[in-house]
């Protein structure tokens, strides 16, 4: 979201709770006057979130109020109950600009639109909380008037503008003249609806006292967090008494609360349904099991009496040692006793599903006969969620255990065993712990290395570090040019974060395979969040599509939601209508079918039916929960009881967006403009509420560095790593805290090893690596120096880092000239290094020629411009000016760089100048 669209919604906002004060004071000339602004800033967000800034601002520019609702209704940009509030506000608010004597029940019909406008604009269309502000001020509009009477006459003056108003009375007609079964169907409805409701209070007593004992358990652990990092032992010996006191009170409640919990859920739930466990526990039990490895002995299917290889032996030797090295928790079960003659591949796999082994080994060996190689097969079955995935190398040949092609062979097995763990990561959400795992596994085979690539770039994708995921990606399509869903993935990533070359890569794909029913969806998606005017492209693209892949129902979705779009809402039911056929659970369609027969065919009835279908499974669906209290707020199954107790559920269920959402989102913002104050002020709040999140925890530490908190910072940075230990962004943090923090926070040794713990997850970073090469050249680390050189070497060769570093590591060499090469061509890649041209003016004055003098005054005169208070730059820059035999500029640098540092004093160059009669002045 842009700065403009977001400083309009600001405005929004701001007004319309100015609008409300006034109307409250009985200032109602004031009030309609702010509401009018707000009407007038409502028809800018619209325009502002269909087109692009420049577009949007062509058609904003120089229009009055009714121009813009011109623009609104031309462009379709909302619907007319919409447009409706938006005349209204603009006709009275006019009224107020020329008659300051207005009356209360005039104002009250603006008063009433605005309160729709504003629910309408943040619930349906930007699907945001309404500002905690504005929230509070709008619930508490009374009835100054008489309600019914106004909610009827703006009705009356809706139903007068809608040209469908001949259908709407048919409509009305024909439900008068329904038969009795079908009333009583209704009536059976409305005491489902009534059952459902009922139920949904009943979970909630039960869920608001769990959340209370969650919110409790949380604080004591934020508080056994905080007296663990104290040091005063004595301090820690009395609190455990205290605290000891309250957790078992804390322990009574727990079970008090769950048992009444559960028999509340067991009396209100539906049958059959079972009580999920809480997934933090899962998590934990996971992290102390081990993955289970089980192999079984080759079956010898070519027997040398003289020849035993130990293929087997080997294979388990190599696995301990590089689960060691990279300290994955792996448990190797070798079946010595029991070999694979006799069992089917059924029996091998329910073995290894008592094991509860994540992969399983086995397979033949053909030991060699006079000088042959021996072959082995070796089988795999990978158990996923307890099914069996099997696979197999295929004959190999080797000549012995320690020759390439055996490694090979092993080397191809720890890569399956390591994308087993990595699934499993991946399934448990530990993205940065797949990736850390990935970047260690060497892929051998091409269908290894496709997969490595596209997992990667999965991974990537869902920390939303998309420049690596699009790195992964091009590797795919350098695999297989001719893959048609290596373009269409990159064009998914590009779309994510609005790349124009998205549109090519779609198109690419879709020449490759044009009949893929998914990759034209993602298409549509993206021309359309370009800009709802390709409507036009995307029909006919869908409309062929459904021809080749007519049981695609997202493509059907789209439809139904492009007809909604240009109002034709009774072809766009039929798509739901469809779309539902072929997915029936899909709540998504059935959310935005509600919506479409409550407000655009007024057939709320209907549309109760489908929002109860999603309740029924799921009673804290906010959406629906949504659309259900607009349901009983504006059409005529009227039930404002009904709407605000849902309104009020749905708002204390998203607590976790109001906190991350607006919280943190408005954290960010002020972090962007500079005011880390603010900033942190949000971001503190959010972590009150939710102490157990990384990214949050993050970027508080990030914000306390930016205010020079170091002490702080480190904290939070810690806490972020001990719930995400992998995480790029933090560990990247936690480096550059420990290499620039002032004081005694500042540590290179750690930040050194951040950095390189960031680069286990995000190898691509190459401001991370020239930062390790900053630390390992101010500890003349060469090894480490070189590491740092090939990995600049792969990722940016022709960089001015990568040559300096080059020039450094000559110079370590004791090669010069190679060391001034490379330190020209870095400085024709950066023209602000002072150091840069420092090195290069001291390795030219070892040259006699003119010319090397020529170029060494030149970069030493550089270096004193960025830098005039280093001593060297100016003592070299002095050395220069003589050799130029511009006594009095030499003597005065030299002189300079002297009081700087009286280490530069050199008395040769005091006697010259003595001689030419050159006193210090």
Known sequence: MDNAFSDKVRSFSEWSVIAFEHFGNAYYADSLTNMRKCGETACKILIQYKYSARIAENKIARKSYKELIEVVIKDGLAPRKVINWLETLQIHGNAATHDTHIEQEQSYYGIVALKLLVY????????????????????????????????????????????????????????????????EIVQHLTNELNLSVQKIKELDAAQNKISDLENALSQYKIEAERLKQKNDISFVEQGKKKRTGKLVVTLLIAVTVIVSAIIVYKNVSPPGKKITENPMIGDSTQLVNNFKVLIFPLQVLQDNPNIKINFEEALINRIRQYSFDLKLPIEIIYKSSAGTSGLSKTDIFDKGLKENAIVVFYGELYEPVNNDSTQVNIKNILIRDGKPCYDETGMRSFGNLADSSAIRIMQELECIINFTIAEDYVGKNKHSDALALLYHTVPIIKSQKWYYSNFLAECQMALNNYQAAVVEIQNLINLEPDSAYSYAFMGNVLSSVGDSRAESFYQHALQLEPNNGKTIVNYADYLMMQDTGNSSRVRP?????????????????????????????????????????????????????????????????????????????????????????????????????????????????????????????????????????????????????????????????????????????????????????????????????????????????KAACYFEKELETYPYDTLAIQWLGAIYCEHKNIPKLKEVEKKLQKLTPNSAYRYKLLGLLSEYDSDGDLALLNYKKAAELCND?????????????????????????????????????????????SKALLYWHDIKKSSEYYYRGVDID????????????????????
């Open 120 to 183: 309408w604009l943040y619930v349906e269309f930007l699907q945001t909380p309404i500002p905690s502000k504005l929230q509070s001020i709008v619930l508490p509009i009374s009835d100054k008037s008489n309600d019914g009477l106004v909610s009827e006459r703006i009705e009356e003056e809706r139903a007068e503008r809608i040209k469908e108003k001949e259908e709407l009375e048919k409509k009305l007609k024909h439900q008068t003249e329904k038969n009795e079964k079908e009333s």
């Open 833 to 877: 290094d002072a150091e840069l041209f420092g090195k290069i003016a001291y390795l030219l004055m070892n040259d006699s020629t003119k010319e090397a003098w020529r170029d060494a005054l030149k970069f030493a005169g550089q270096a004193v411009a960025l830098i005039p208070d280093n001593a060297d730059y100016n003592y070299l820059y």
């Open 541 to 749: 693209m869908l409309e062929a599509a459904l021809k080749f892949d007519e049981k695609n129902a997202n493509i059907y979705r789209f439809l139904a939601e492009l007809e909604n779009l240009c109002h034709n809402y009774a072809t766009a039911r039929q798509y739901y209508y469809r779309a539902l056929e072929l997915q029936p659970d899909n709540k998504y369609s059935k959310r935005n079918l509600a919506s479409l027969l409550a407000f655009q065919l007024y057939e709320p009835e209907e549309a109760v039916k489908y929002i109860n279908e999603i309740l029924s499974t799921d009673s804290n669906d906010l959406e629906a929960l949504y659309i259900l209290a607009n349901i009983y707020t504006y059409t005529r199954l009227k039930d404002l009881s009904t709407a605000e107790y849902l309104l009020k559920k749905s708002s204390s269920l998203d607590s976790w967006a109001n906190a991350h959402g607006s919280d943190y989102g408005l954290g960010l913002n002020a972090s962007k403009q500079g005011d880390y104050k603010k900033a942190l002020s949000y971001f503190l709040k959010v972590y009150s509420v939710y102490p157990d999140d990384a990214k949050t925890c993050n970027n508080i530490g990030q914000t306390y560095m930016a205010l020079k908190d170091y002490v702080n910072a480190e904290k939070y940075l810690l806490f972020s790593s001990q719930l995400d230990s992998m995480n790029y962004l933090t560990n990247y943090n936690l480096g550059m805290l420990y290499m620039f923090a002032e004081g005694s926070v500042q540590n290179w040794k």
């Open 902 to 921: 009286p280490a530069v004093r050199d008395t040769d160059m005091e006697q010259i100048f003595k001689i030419k009669g050159v006193s210090r002045l």
